[in-house]
């Protein structure tokens, strides 16, 4: 048996981990995946690729409104997707490899589980061994699920894992879920060509987002894709050719290929949680304090498995803080999840931070919103942009935003400011009229929008 100074289990954000402190101790890492983890492989990075190839479609196919005339001559379906991991696949190769060979980390590539405090079996190809942790950090990220009616009825499936590296387009494909993963997919393959149905379970796609947002963008996509609101799957039947999915209302949804988004559950099946002394919440998230310590003295946990956010930009956060506190035992660092912003890298695109409308209602405090749309404002006027806005919340007792959203062109980008000044406490006025705002950018959609809250501006 084989002791460590820390073992890490999962090699996504748990990679990240092994920073200089580490130097000179002795670290292992165990991963029984794909190395590197979902951002990389399988998440945020080839979804965003797809998105940016994607983009470039739809701008092709609407230049002719602007007096540029082209034609969309052909999609290179394998082309784009060998583009997109020919880049991805050697760097998570070279990660494992950096860990494999490099200095002071052993990589064990196989599944780790817990069989005592601190404690962990491998399974490795010549048998399990088992290694020990002063501290262990469980980093083991979350995976797809999809509904039971469509696990018992056999029909062959993807989740985000396959669906990417798929040899070729579909002509019709069937997504279930309208979440985050739905939106971004079918934006990517609708505009690479693909007859895309939604279904949704609620009346409204994106459901979590504020109303507002979730409403327009809801208009939007039933002008974009076939979106089934409110229905159930009931039945589904098929093979890898042609899939029929039976609703609710006895309608039906045919297509070549059948997409399931219905959310993602923390990775803790069969990691001996319970042998390790590791307790986990009512919906079966490892339980963690505010420094990512779990109910086992020595053991840790951040990212998917443990958060109440599955982003990566919260599981990077939580690693910069478990690796400072692994090394800091006297001055521990707290997550931050005050201000947790998310992006929808859909058409439209959605960014998002704070509290809806209704969240700040619900809690009592004197809201004020603001609507501004973009083609208000001369960037979005130039685009002749008819459909896309920010919204701001904020209170009119403090002064202070308490949230903003947002759906148009670079949303994810245009939202930032707004994210600054949520966290430093910026209020409002001040953001709006103590600075510059380039003029004609697309940002003084966001300037606009301050300035139309009702609350004290500045006077000039
Ligand atoms: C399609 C898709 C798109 C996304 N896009 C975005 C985006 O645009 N922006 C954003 O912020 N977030 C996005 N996310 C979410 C983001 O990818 C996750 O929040 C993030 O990757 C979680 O990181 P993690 O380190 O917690 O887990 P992971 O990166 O999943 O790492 C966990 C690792 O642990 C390994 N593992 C699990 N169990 C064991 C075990 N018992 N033994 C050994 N190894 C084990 C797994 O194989 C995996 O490699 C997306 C997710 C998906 C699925
Ligand atoms: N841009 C990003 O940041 C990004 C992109 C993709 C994924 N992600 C992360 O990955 C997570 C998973 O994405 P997702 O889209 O799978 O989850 P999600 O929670 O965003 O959406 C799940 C959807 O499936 C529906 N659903 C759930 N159970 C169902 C059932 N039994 N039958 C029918 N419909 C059902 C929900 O109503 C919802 O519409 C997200 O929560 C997000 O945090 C982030």
Redesign the pocket.
Same mark, same amino acid.
């Given at each position: 048996m084989t002791h460590y100074d820390l073992v890490i289990i999962g090699s996504g954000s748990g990679n990240s981990l092994v920073t200089p402190a580490f130097d000179g101790k002795k670290v292992a890492i165990v991963e029984d995946g794909i190395f590197g983890g979902t951002c990389l492989n399988v998440?945020?990075i080839p979804?965003k690729m797809f998105v940016y190839a994607a983009e470039v479609a739809t701008t092709v196919r609407d230049s002719d409104r602007y007096g540029v005339d082209s034609t969309l001559d052909d999609v290179r379906w394998r082309d784009i997707r060998d583009r997109i991991f020919g880049r991805i696949d050697p760097i998570s190769d070279a990660g494992k490899d950096y860990r494999v060979n490099g200095p002071n980390t052993t990589a064990y590539l196989g599944r780790g589980t817990f069989t005592g405090p601190r404690e962990v079996s491998v399974d490795l190809p010549g048998g399990a061994e088992t290694i020990t942790g002063t501290q262990v950090v469980i980093a083991t990220g979350s995976h797809?699920v999809a509904?039971d009616v469509i696990l018992r009825s056999g029909v062959p499936f993807h989740t985000s894992d396959t669906i990417m590296r798929i040899d070729r387009l579909p002509r019709r494909m069937a997504i279930?879920?309208?979440?985050?993963?739905?939106s971004?997919f079918a934006h990517v393959f609708s505009s690479l060509g693909v007859e895309v149905t939604i279904v #949704?379970? /609620?009346d409204r796609m994106l459901?979590h987002l504020d109303d507002e947002i979730a409403t327009a963008f809801t208009e939007l996509a039933v002008k974009q894709w076939d979106v089934r609101l409110g229905r159930?799957?009931v039945q589904a039947s098929g093979d890898a050719t042609q899939v029929r999915l039976g609703l609710d209302d006895g309608t039906e949804v045919e297509a070549d290929l059948l997409l399931v #988004?219905? /959310?993602?559950e923390p990775s803790t099946l069969g990691l001996g949680l319970e042998a390790a002394g590791v307790a986990t919440t009512d919906d079966g998230r490892v339980r963690v304090d505010a420094y990512g310590r779990t109910t086992a003295e020595g053991v840790w946990a951040l990212g998917d498995v443990s958060s109440d956010?599955?982003?990566k930009h919260v599981a990077n956060h939580e690693a910069r803080r478990v690796a400072y506190n692994l090394t800091h035992p006297d001055d521990l660092r707290p997550f931050d999840h005050r201000f947790v912003p998310?992006?929808?890298?859909s058409h439209p695109q959605i960014a998002t931070v704070g509290l809806t409308e209704q969240q700040a209602r619900d809690q009592g405090f004197a809201v004020t919103t603001k609507t501004q749309m973009y083609g208000d404002t001369a960037y979005g006027w130039a685009m002749e942009d008819t459909t896309s806005f920010v919204k701001l919340v904020a209170d009119q007792r403090s002064g202070l935003l308490l949230g903003a959203h947002i759906m148009g062109p670079d949303a994810t980008t245009v939202i930032q400011p707004a994210i600054q000044a949520l966290t430093f406490g910026l209020r409002a006025a001040d953001m709006a009229r103590g600075q510059y705002w380039i003029h004609p950018a697309m940002a003084e959609v966001l300037e606009n929008a301050l300035l139309g809250l009702d609350l004290p501006q500045h006077p000039v």
């Open positions: 998440g945020c979804t797809a509904p279930v879920g309208a979440g985050f993963i739905a971004e #949704a379970r /609620g459901r159930h799957v #988004a219905t /959310g993602r956010f599955q982003l998310s992006g929808v890298f």
